[in-house]
Every structure is written in C-alpha cells, then in structure tokens.
C-alpha cells in the first residue's frame, strides 16, 4: 500500500548509523517538519539498517529514492528546508548509490 505522503523519508536507526547521531537526526527531521508545518506532506521514520553504514547517517527521501549521506542535525534543517519544501534535492548531500543498490526497491 503507498503512502498518502507527498514525501516520505526514512532516517536508519541501525547499530553504526545510531553512533554517528541518527537519534538526533530523527529528531531534527520531526523538528523541521513540524516548524514548516509540513506534517501533512511528509512521513517520517526510523528505519533499520539500508547496508548504507558506511555513510551514516543515512537517509532516504522518497519519491526517488534520493540517498542522502552523513546527515547531521543541520543537514536534516537543509533537506526540509530545500527538499521537502521547495521541491529541490539538496544536491551537494547526496550519495552516489552503489551498484549494489536494488533497481525498483521502493
Ligand atoms: S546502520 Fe545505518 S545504514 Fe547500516
């Protein structure tokens, strides 16, 4: 079943991502959106691992999915701010997804 969302975004709560402060990037995503009041546009949660440790923390904003890596606090403020509000993916974050990155996984 799909999303009513206009966006949904996932941020990994996996073992290496939580390290690296995803906890806190959840957080800043809820903030933000509530800020922007674009509760009603996005879905927003924590996910287990994406196999994308390497980058954490990793986010993934869908429709795409567009792989966002490293994602602070500030990054999340960005994201919401120019990706979910404005429609432009935030470009200097992104990931180049690896080949191993599944073709149709939604
Ligand atoms: S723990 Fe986040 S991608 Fe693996």
Same mark, same amino acid.
């Given at each position: 079943?799909?999303?009513?969302?206009r966006?949904?975004?996932? %941020?990994?709560?996996? *073992?290496?991502? &939580?390290?690296? #402060?995803?906890?806190?990037? $959840? !957080? =800043?995503?809820?903030?933000?959106?509530?800020?922007?009041?674009?509760?009603?546009?996005?879905?927003?949660?924590?996910t287990?691992?994406?196999?994308?440790?390497e980058?954490?923390?990793? %986010?993934n904003?869908? *429709?795409?999915? &567009?792989?966002? #890596?490293?994602?602070?606090? $500030? !990054? =999340?403020?960005?994201?919401?701010?120019?990706?979910?509000?404005?429609?432009?993916?935030?470009?200097?974050?992104?990931?180049?997804?690896?080949?191993?990155?599944?073709?149709?996984?939604?």
């Open positions: 079943m799909f999303s009513e969302s966006y949904r975004v996932h %941020v990994c709560l996996g *073992p290496s991502c &939580v390290p690296n #402060g995803s906890k806190e990037t $959840l !957080a =800043a995503f809820e903030a933000e959106i509530a800020r922007l009041q674009l509760n009603g546009d996005v879905e927003l949660m924590g287990s691992c994406r196999s994308r440790c980058i954490g923390p990793s %986010v904003v869908y *429709p795409g999915p &567009v792989l966002y #890596g490293h994602v602070d606090d $500030l !990054a =999340a403020e960005l994201i919401c701010l120019q990706h979910l509000a404005r429609d432009e993916v935030v470009a200097e974050l992104v990931v180049e997804t690896p080949h191993r990155w599944t073709r149709g996984r939604r």
